[in-house]
């Protein structure tokens, strides 16, 4: 079994930053890619950023491309989601996804994720 717990969401003025963790416990070993998706209030849960775990290849969103980075940390079992440049279209829930299987090199689905974290609050002020 595999638990994500996501953190470090919050209240920014536009411009700012924030780091989003996603911490992974259980079947680690198994984890073929990591993904950080995000849900703003009356829309679908759209993709923002992906990571594959044996070679740290990256994959981002338009939207964010320039403005936020993903990366993980092998030693804490750890994904993360540096954001800056926030604007107040960035406001939604965000949440990191975990997938065990690969299909194919595109990351983007959100069908390609087996497990999901509860999510994150953003908030982006004007």
């Known amino acids: 079994q595999v638990q994500l717990v996501e953190s470090g969401g919050g209240l920014v003025q536009a411009g700012g930053s924030l780091r989003l963790s996603c911490a992974i416990s259980?079947?680690?070993?198994?984890?073929?890619?990591m993904g950080w998706f995000r849900q703003a209030p009356g829309k679908e849960r759209e993709f923002v950023a992906s990571?594959?775990?044996?070679?740290?290849?990256?994959y981002y969103a338009d939207s964010v491309k320039g403005r936020f980075t993903i990366s993980r940390d092998y030693a804490k079992n750890t994904v993360y989601l540096q954001m800056n440049s926030l604007k107040p279209e960035d406001t939604a829930d965000y949440y990191c996804?975990?997938?065990?299987?690969?299909?194919?090199?595109?990351?983007?689905?959100?069908?390609?994720?087996?497990?999901w974290g509860q999510g994150t609050q953003v908030t982006v002020s004007s």
């Open positions: 990571i594959t775990w044996s070679d740290s290849t990256t």
């Open positions: 996804a975990l997938a065990l299987f690969q299909y194919g090199s595109n990351w983007s689905p959100s069908g390609n994720y087996d497990y």
């Open positions: 259980g079947r680690t070993s198994s984890i073929r890619a």
